[in-house]
């Protein structure tokens, strides 16, 4: 998955775009994208071994702006306000009234 969003240049390190093979040091700013979201983590120190996902956020420190996590829960808000996840396809009776939002005219007078 990382690799894909590498070769995707979706991942940048210190502000240049990374590769898969890129060695990543302490200090370093890592930028990417993921769910509409840009996070910006600072490695602070690279483990000896490998350890378990609890203890990743001991060598990593988060520096995303809580804006981003707010304009996110309105995103979900707002596309669950148009129509609620798992009701299927619209209705022939909702797909006229869509069009009669976008076009501004009744289409029932026609």
Do not use: W
Not at 70 to 77: G, I, M, N, T, V
Request: charged fraction near 35%; aromatic fraction near 6%.
């Amino acid at each position: 998955m990382v690799t894909e969003a590498c070769k995707k240049n979706h991942i940048t390190v210190n502000g240049q775009v990374a590769k898969p093979s890129k060695e990543v040091f302490p200090l370093d700013k890592v930028t990417f994208r993921k769910d509409q979201i840009t996070y910006q983590i600072t490695v602070i120190d690279i483990p000896q071994n490998r350890v378990g996902a609890k203890l990743v956020d001991i060598y990593r420190k988060d520096e995303t702006p809580p804006e981003t996590f707010a304009h996110l829960e309105l995103l979900k808000l707002s596309k669950e306000h148009y129509r609620k996840t798992g009701t299927g396809r619209p209705t022939k009776k909702d797909r006229r009234d869509l069009d009669e939002l976008e076009l501004g005219t009744n289409l029932a007078d026609e």
